[in-house]
C-alpha cells in the first residue's frame, strides 16, 4: 500500500459516507425517496415525506 | 402568523404560493396537483417588516363539504387549526364558481383576504371586475393578482392586506348567513346551496361585465373538438409523444449529453491520469469503474431527460394533459377505472411516488387501490435512462421505442384493470367531470423551473443511492467468498456472479439469461436508475454516449457486442424493467395509499407476474419474428407463463363466483323484506 491507496481509500470512504450521511439524513426526516422528484427537496412537509414526521 | 391559501382546484393557487414564498413546488395548468398541504415564509422582499409570516398551500376545494380526501385535508386544516388569515384564491375567469366556496369561507369567522388571480387571462378574455364593489359585497378586501408575473402583479399588496387583516381584531363578517354546512341535514344542506348560488349568481351579475368574444370561444372550443375527439384523439397524443421523443432523444438530447458526457470523460481521464500507475488495480477500479464510471454512465443521460422533462412541462402548463385526462376517460370507463385515473398516471411520468400519492383523489376506495398498482406501470423519469439506453444499443435511438413503451403501458394499464375488475368483483362504475383549463402559452420559465428541479433531484439521487450501489456492486464483482480478487478470465466466480446467477437462469425464457442483467434488474429495486449503473460497472463499460461519434450510443454495435444479446432479449429486457414492480420508495408509497397488506402483495405479485409474461412474449415472438425460430428457453417458460396465467384465471372466475353470490344473497335480502 503506498500513498496513492491510502488517498483514494479515503476518497472512496468519504464518497460513500457522504452519500450515506445524506440518505439516512432524509430517512430520518421522514424522505420517501431521496431526490424523486421537484417536491421532496422543497419541503419538509411536502408530500414525498411521511405523514408521520410531519 | 399563520396564513392559508384556499380556493378551488387550479385556480393557482400552489403558482402563488411558490411567488410569495421562493418555493418551487410542482405546478400544473390542471386541477388536483396539488394533494397534501405545504408550508413556506413569506419573502423577504414582500414582507419588508419581516412579521412571522407562515404560509400553507392547501389542496383545491370546491367546497367545505369534501368529496375527496384532498378535499378534506383543505377542510380540516381550516377548522381544526384556524390560521389567522386565509387567502382565498379566486380565479378571475371564472368567478360564479369560485365565489361558492368564499361564501363559505366567510362564515367561519376568520379573516379573509380574497386574492382575484389570474386577473391577466380575465382581462385578455374580455371580462372587467369592480374590485371596490366586490370587496364591499364581500365585506372582506379584494386585491388583483397576477401569480405569474414577476412585477405589478398585486403581490405586495396581498401581503400587506394579510398583515392588517392579522393584526386586527375585527371578526370577520359574512354577506351571507346560513349555517354551516356541518350541522345541517342533506336536504337543509341543499337549500343552502340554493341560496348560496342564488346569492353568488346576482354578485356576480352586479360587479362583472364581460365582452362576449365569440371568435375566442371559438378558437378554444374548435381546438377541443379536435384534440379531445373520440378518434382523433388518441393519435394526437402518439404524435405529441412521438415528438417529445424525438426532440429529447434523437434531436437536442444527444446533442447535449454529447458535450455533457465530454466533461465527464475529462473527469474520469483526468483522475485516471492523476493517480497512474503506483494505484492498487483494485483500489483504482473501485474509484474510476464503480463510482466515476458508473455514476458517469447514468447522469450521462441527464441532458435527455433534462430535455424530456422540459417538454412534458410545457404540455402540462398549455393545458394539454388536462385533455389527455378526457380522451382517456373513455377507455378506463371501460374497464372500471376512474377517469380521474389518468392524473396520477400523467403525474407519474415524472415520479411514480406523487404519482401514486395522488390516487387519494379517487374516492372509490377498489379504483383508488387498482390507480396505486396501475400508476408505476407509466415510465418515469428514473426508467429513461434505461429506455435511452436501449433504444439507442438496439434501435439506433429511434423515438418510436420510448413512444411505444407509453402507449405499452397504457394498455397493460387497461388489460391490468380489466383483470383486476374480474378478480375483486367489483363492478362499480364513476363519472369523471374536470374543468378543462384553458389553453395558454406555456411558460418558458415555469418549464425550465421544472426541469432544473428535476434534474437536481436526479443528480442527488446519483450522488447518493447510485454512487452506494455502484460501489457494492463493484467490490462485490471484485472478489469472490473467500475474499480474494477475481481472476480476469473468470468473472462467474465474483460474490456478485454467484448471487445473481441462480436468478439468471430464470430470465433464460425471457432471453437475458446473464448474472449480469440479473444483478441489473434487482439492484433496479432499489432505484431504476441503477440498471444502467450496475451494466455499466458489471460490463466495465464506462460510458454509454460516444462522444467522438456524435451519437447517444455511437458505438451502439460495440455496446451490443459486449451485451451479447439480440435486439429481441433488449427489447424484452427493457420491457422487463419498465412493468415489473417500481423501486422501493414507490412501493412504499403504495402502501401508504393502498391501507391493505392484502392488496400490497397482490400487487407487487400482479406487476412481477406482469413483466415476467410481457418481457417473455416480446423475446420469444420478437424471435420467431427475427431469426425464424423459438428463442432459447421457450418450453420451461411457456410452463411458467401457463402457471401465471392459469392462475389469474382462477382468481377472476373466483371474483366472478363471489359476485354472483353477493348478488344472489342480495335478490334473497329484497325477497324477504317484500
Redesign the interface.
Known amino acids: 500500500?503506498?500513498t496513492?491507496?491510502f488517498v483514494?481509500?479515503g476518497?472512496?470512504v468519504a464518497?460513500?459516507a457522504l452519500?450515506?450521511y445524506?440518505?439516512v439524513r432524509d430517512k430520518k426526516r421522514g424522505a420517501?425517496?431521496?431526490?424523486?422528484?421537484?417536491?421532496?427537496?422543497?419541503?419538509e412537509?411536502?408530500?414525498?415525506f411521511?405523514?408521520a414526521s410531519q | 402568523m399563520k396564513v392559508a391559501l384556499a380556493g378551488n382546484p387550479n385556480c393557482g393557487k400552489t403558482t402563488l404560493f411558490n411567488a410569495i414564498t421562493g418555493k418551487i413546488e410542482h405546478v400544473g395548468n390542471w386541477p388536483g396537483v396539488t394533494v397534501e398541504k405545504k408550508e413556506g415564509k413569506v419573502k423577504q422582499n414582500l414582507n419588508p417588516n419581516n412579521e412571522d409570516l407562515v404560509v400553507v398551500d392547501l389542496p383545491g376545494a370546491y367546497s367545505m363539504s369534501p368529496y375527496t380526501s384532498e378535499e378534506t385535508v383543505t377542510k380540516d386544516f381550516i377548522l381544526n387549526e384556524r390560521p389567522d388569515v386565509i387567502i382565498n384564491i379566486v380565479d378571475s375567469t371564472n368567478l360564479s364558481r369560485s365565489l361558492f366556496f368564499t361564501t363559505q369561507l366567510l362564515e367561519l369567522g376568520i379573516p379573509i383576504v380574497v386574492a382575484l388571480n389570474k386577473s391577466d387571462l380575465a382581462e385578455k378574455s374580455g371580462i372587467t371586475i369592480s374590485v371596490p364593489l366586490l370587496s364591499e359585497k364581500l365585506k372582506c378586501p379584494v386585491i388583483r393578482t397576477i401569480s405569474t408575473k414577476a412585477t405589478n402583479n398585486g403581490l405586495p399588496e396581498l401581503i400587506k392586506a394579510v398583515i392588517t387583516a392579522g393584526k386586527s381584531d375585527r371578526k370577520q363578517e359574512a354577506p351571507l348567513k346560513l349555517v354551516t354546512a356541518k350541522a345541517l341535514s342533506k336536504e337543509d344542506s341543499e337549500k343552502a346551496d340554493k341560496k348560496r348560488y342564488t346569492f353568488v349568481n346576482a354578485l356576480v351579475t352586479e360587479v362583472e361585465r364581460k365582452k362576449m368574444s365569440p371568435e375566442r370561444q371559438t378558437i378554444q372550443d374548435q381546438a377541443d373538438r379536435i384534440i379531445t375527439h373520440k378518434w382523433l384523439g388518441i393519435p394526437i397524443f402518439a404524435a405529441v409523444i412521438y415528438l417529445v421523443f424525438s426532440i429529447s432523444q434523437s434531436w437536442v438530447g444527444p446533442w447535449l449529453a454529447d458535450i455533457f458526457v465530454g466533461w465527464i470523460d475529462l473527469l474520469y481521464e483526468s483522475v485516471a491520469s492523476l493517480l497512474g500507475e503506483d494505484v492498487n488495480p483494485v483500489l483504482g477500479a473501485l474509484l474510476l469503474d464503480g463510482i466515476i464510471g458508473g455514476v458517469g454512465a447514468v447522469i450521462g443521460f441527464l441532458p435527455l431527460i433534462m430535455v424530456l422533462f422540459f417538454c412534458l412541462a410545457l404540455l402540462e402548463d398549455s393545458g394539454y394533459m388536462a385533455r389527455v385526462a378526457i380522451v382517456m376517460d373513455r377507455f378506463f370507463k371501460k374497464v372500471g377505472l376512474s377517469g380521474r385515473s389518468i392524473i396520477p398516471m400523467i403525474v407519474g411520468t415524472g415520479c411514480s411516488i406523487p404519482g401514486v400519492m395522488a390516487t387519494r383523489t379517487i374516492k372509490n376506495a377498489r379504483q383508488r387501490r387498482t390507480t396505486a398498482m396501475l400508476t408505476p406501470f407509466m415510465p418515469c423519469g428514473a426508467k429513461l435512462p434505461v429506455i435511452a439506453l436501449f433504444a439507442g444499443v438496439f434501435f439506433g435511438e429511434k423515438a418510436w421505442v420510448g413512444t411505444s413503451m407509453y402507449f405499452l403501458a397504457i394498455l397493460v394499464i387497461i388489460i391490468g384493470a380489466l383483470i383486476i375488475r374480474q378478480i375483486t368483483g367489483d363492478y362499480s362504475k364513476s363519472y369523471f367531470i374536470m374543468e378543462l383549463p384553458k389553453y395558454r402559452v406555456p411558460s418558458i420559465k415555469r418549464a425550465t423551473i421544472s426541469m432544473f428541479s428535476r434534474a437536481k433531484a436526479f443528480i442527488i439521487k446519483a450522488g447518493t443511492i447510485i454512487l452506494v450501489c455502484n460501489a457494492v456492486v463493484q467490490i462485490l464483482q471484485t472478489f469472490d467468498w473467500q475474499f480474494q480478487v477475481v481472476a480476469e478470465n473468470a468473472p462467474e466466480t465474483s460474490i456478485l456472479a454467484s448471487l445473481a446467477t441462480p436468478l439468471a437462469i430464470l430470465f433464460i425464457p425471457l432471453g437475458f439469461g446473464l448474472w449480469q442483467f440479473a444483478a441489473a434488474a434487482v439492484t433496479g429495486f432499489i432505484a431504476k436508475e441503477n440498471v444502467v449503473g450496475t451494466l455499466a460497472v458489471t460490463f466495465a463499460v464506462s460510458n454509454f454516449i460516444d462522444t467522438e461519434e456524435f451519437a447517444l450510443v455511437g458505438g451502439s454495435a460495440e455496446i451490443n457486442a459486449i451485451f451479447g444479446i439480440s435486439a429481441a432479449a433488449g427489447l424484452a429486457y427493457l420491457v422487463f424493467n419498465l412493468f415489473t414492480p417500481p423501486c422501493f420508495a414507490a412501493i412504499g408509497a403504495m402502501n401508504s395509499e393502498m391501507e391493505s397488506r392484502k392488496w400490497l402483495f397482490g400487487a407487487l405479485g400482479f406487476q412481477l407476474a406482469m413483466g415476467y409474461v410481457l418481457a417473455f412474449l416480446v423475446y420469444q415472438i420478437g424471435t420467431l419474428i427475427t431469426a425464424g425460430t423459438l428463442g432459447e428457453g421457450f418450453g420451461p417458460g411457456l410452463i411458467a407463463v401457463a402457471a401465471i396465467i392459469g392462475i389469474v384465471v382462477y382468481l377472476m372466475r373466483k371474483g366472478s363466483r363471489n359476485k354472483q353470490i353477493s348478488s344472489q344473497i342480495q335478490t334473497v335480502k329484497g325477497e324477504v323484506k317484500l
Open positions: 500500500m503506498n496513492i491507496d483514494v481509500i476518497v472512496v464518497l460513500i452519500a450515506v445524506k440518505i420517501r425517496c431521496c431526490g424523486c422528484s421537484a417536491c421532496c427537496e422543497q419541503s412537509k411536502s408530500g414525498c411521511d405523514k
